[in-house]
């Protein structure tokens, strides 16, 4: 199956887009973001693998959410996008960016047959976490909050706008749509939730004998964030990158050292 298709997984439509033919890849976006982030490394790496893209519930072009973010959920769901696709039986090199980090890390560990290897790009990192209280109540404060701002307007006015560097007006209207508004408030609200929930996985689960490679975005001079990065690669035993200077979206300002990190794990 090639192009972009919708397949649904627990009742909901999910965007994909497959490109290219090879070895396998999957590629999860950070929070509030849709899969075209990926255009710039995806052109890379089309001839020589086979790419997959979606959009999480609620993102892009997927439809809305059902449940509030869990680590096992999203991470499940890297596994039946692959399955709905027909790429089930391959073993797929996971690329997770910012808080997909943590859902393709947790692929990794909880299905490690699955996986030929790993690369975080620019990854959340979180070396203290905590159970938080109130999850219900932080949720539907979300969901709230993100009706008030449809209703209002702001997502329509100010997404594409705020998202506007090198992304075409097209693809870019997404950020302009209340329903992937309330769903990036919701990511939002549950991360410290799905941080702690890595965090408890990694002490009863060993990431699979794969490549593993962490790549970091940061100013042209040293930075916390950096040696933030370089810590989480030598705690999973992985590669590391400093990409600098670069910001945030790795994937639009350094694809070629993306896909050369991804490439290199097969």
């Known amino acids: 199956m090639t192009g972009r298709v919708f397949v649904r997984i627990d009742g909901v439509p999910h965007h994909v887009d497959v490109t290219g033919d090879g070895p396998v890849c999957v590629l999860s976006a950070g929070l509030g973001l849709?899969?075209?982030?990926?255009?710039?490394?995806?052109?890379?790496?089309?001839?020589?693998?086979?790419?997959?893209?979606?959009?999480?519930?609620?993102?892009?072009?997927?439809?809305?959410?059902r449940?509030?973010?869990?680590?096992?959920?999203?991470?499940?769901?890297?596994?039946?996008?692959?399955?709905?696709?027909?790429?089930?039986?391959?073993a797929v090199t996971v690329v997770g960016h910012s808080l997909a980090g943590f859902h393709a890390e947790a692929f990794a560990r909880?299905?490690?047959?699955?996986?030929?290897?790993?690369?975080?790009?620019?990854?959340?990192?979180?070396?203290?976490?905590?159970a938080l209280p109130a999850r219900g109540a932080r949720v539907a404060g979300a969901r709230a909050g993100g009706a008030v701002l449809g209703?209002?307007?702001v997502p329509r006015a100010l997404g594409p706008l705020v998202r506007g560097g090198g992304?075409?007006?097209?693809?870019?209207?997404?950020?302009?749509?209340?329903r992937v508004w309330r769903a990036?408030?919701?990511?939002?609200?549950?991360?410290?939730?799905?941080?702690?929930?890595?965090?408890?996985?990694?002490?009863e689960v060993a990431l699979p004998d794969v490549p593993v490679a962490v790549l970091a975005a940061?100013?042209?001079?040293?930075?916390?964030?950096?040696?933030?990065?370089?810590?989480?690669?030598?705690?999973?035993g992985a590669s590391f990158q400093a990409l600098c200077p670069a910001g945030h979206l790795l994937m639009r300002d350094r694809p070629r050292e993306v896909a050369a990190a991804i490439l290199a794990t097969r």
């Open 34 to 65: 849709a899969w075209f982030e990926w255009d710039p490394v995806v052109e890379l790496l089309a001839p020589t693998r086979t790419v997959v893209r979606f959009d999480r519930p609620g993102l892009g072009r997927s439809g809305p959410a």
């Open 67 to 90: 449940g509030a973010p869990t680590l096992a959920a999203e991470a499940e769901r890297v596994g039946r996008v692959l399955d709905a696709v027909g790429l089930g039986e391959r």
């Open 110 to 130: 909880w299905w490690p047959g699955r996986v030929a290897g790993l690369v975080l790009v620019d990854s959340s990192v979180e070396e203290r976490t905590r």
């Open 151 to 153: 209703a209002l307007g």
């Open 167 to 178: 992304v075409p007006r097209g693809p870019r209207a997404v950020y302009g749509v209340s």
């Open 184 to 203: 990036g408030l919701v990511e939002y609200v549950t991360y410290g939730d799905v941080a702690h929930e890595l965090a408890l996985l990694r002490r």
């Open 218 to 236: 940061g100013p042209a001079g040293a930075s916390r964030w950096v040696s933030r990065q370089r810590a989480l690669a030598a705690s999973l």
